[in-house]
């Protein structure tokens, strides 16, 4: 019994000196990473609720984090696709305004250009996802319900791929992880414990609306491939994909799809193209929708009824050089117009 006792002692400080350690290096790895990770605060066009058809003001909020001295900095898509002005703000104070320069909705990721390089920045590193395993432990970094650079800690509970979880995301591929996220946190790093990019934040499942231990990122590889070397074309819209019963609802002629304009970004290139965003919301079946709007029907020929078809539109749309024209084919007050305008990125 004493010889137990005695192992049982011997083992505490052990076990004690190594919890330290790794409490101390996450320390000290958090301290390295947190000046590159921003508050990003966003204001919108979006319709009023109670059935008003009234625009209004709203200010929006997530995360970011510095990826390059020149001013880029990697966010979630959903947090600044339709932002009229984006404001970026650093761990010293210091606030610049940005601008989206690409964004891919289907996998929840954008890239923003600040006006000028912060001072004395500090630049994240990219890591490779693919090299990340479940049960790694990674941390995140953001801005939950509005209080700054909060660490949260977790593992990595899963690897999705596309459509796994979320069938909007068709190009995302997502870590599962138990850390901490909440609003606020989307657009924010997550890190391993080397202090690299793994992931970019950007949903939880939830049933009460807070942490629930169900949060998803998109990976660092896929972040990269879409912004980095594809570069997505950001449109500065906001839309829901009609088919089936709702396409019959809105009367989108056949062969019955079309995207459901909501809200449009203040000059971006969708508003400079003239399209329209929507003046009302209303609830249609289990969908709360911004009506009113467009619908478009076909992006530079290309009809989003076809397999693939809006990915392969915005494709096109990427491949445009300035000053090249650009068509898009709306439903507006039940008439087909088609809209053409000088592409501008």
Known sequence: MRLRLLMLLCLVPAGTGRTAAADQALSDVFKRVNPAVVEIHTKETDVARGGIAQQVSVAGLGSGVLISLDGKVLTAAHVVQTADAIEVEFLTG????????????????????????????????????????????VFVVGAPLGVSHTLTVGYISGRRRPNATFSGMSRAEY?????????????????NMQGEIIGIVSYILSHSGGSEGLGFAITSKVARQLMLE???????????????????????????VGVLVQRIAADSPAERAGLKGGTMRATIGD???????DIVLAIQGVSLAE??????????????RPGDPATVTVLRGGRTVILTTTFQP
Not at 125 to 135: C, M, N, P, R
Not at 237 to 249: C, E, F, I, R, T
Not at 287 to 293: M, Q, W
């Open 94 to 137: 210091e606030k610049l305004k940005a601008r989206v320069v690409s964004s891919e909705p289907a996998a929840d990721v954008a890239l923003l250009q600040l006006e000028r390089s912060p001072r004395g920045p500090f630049v994240a590193k990219l890591g490779d996802s693919d090299a990340v395993e479940v049960g790694e432990q």
């Open 175 to 191: 870590f599962q992880t138990d850390a901490a996220v909440n609003q606020g946190n989307s657009g924010g790093p997550m890190f």
């Open 230 to 256: 594809q570069k997505s074309f950001w449109s500065g819209v906001n839309g829901y994909m009609l088919s089936g019963d709702l396409a019959q609802v809105f009367n989108v002629p056949p062969p019955g």
């Open 287 to 293: 969908e709360d929708l911004i009506v009113g709007g």
């Open 307 to 320: 397999p693939s078809g809006l990915a392969t539109a915005r494709q096109k749309i990427t491949e445009l």
